[in-house]
């Protein structure tokens, strides 16, 4: 059974950083793409960013610059390091794994199969 449990999250200040981390069991992942989503209350679950298995990253507009999504394949485990922290990024944040070997979708929600249960970030201003 395949589970992914994201820690990490917390309450920081407008400027701060945190380091997420989604820790995957059941298989191994280092043949497809895990990403970050996020959902602010009221809003729609948004992509952040993606690795995909040829270590490319992928970021949404609007946190490039500010966010690295990273790998520890001998951990089976995906980061997401957040610095210059905004108010604006209070959400929900959410692992997910695509059960695709080799995929190449990053950027929609549809194509993961699996997901963490989440974790609150909430900057204050």
């Known amino acids: 059974q395949v589970q992914l449990v994201e820690s990490g999250g917390g309450l920081v200040q407008a400027g701060g950083s945190l380091r997420l981390a989604c820790a995957a069991s059941?298989?191994?992942?280092?043949?497809?793409?895990m990403a970050w989503f996020r959902q602010a209350p009221g809003k729609e679950r948004d992509f952040v960013a993606a690795s995909g298995w040829t270590g490319r990253t992928y970021y949404a507009d609007s946190v490039k610059g500010r966010f690295t999504i990273s790998r520890d394949a001998t951990k089976n485990t995906v980061y997401l390091q957040m610095n210059s922290l905004k108010p604006e990024d209070t959400a929900v944040y959410y692992c997910?794994?695509?059960?695709?070997?080799?995929?190449?979708?990053?950027?929609?929600?549809?194509?993961?199969?699996?997901w963490g249960q989440g974790t609150q970030v909430t900057v204050s201003s």
């Open positions: 059941g298989r191994a992942f280092s043949r497809h793409t």
């Open positions: 997910a794994a695509d059960n695709t070997v080799y995929g190449s979708g990053y950027y929609s929600e549809t194509i993961y199969d699996y």
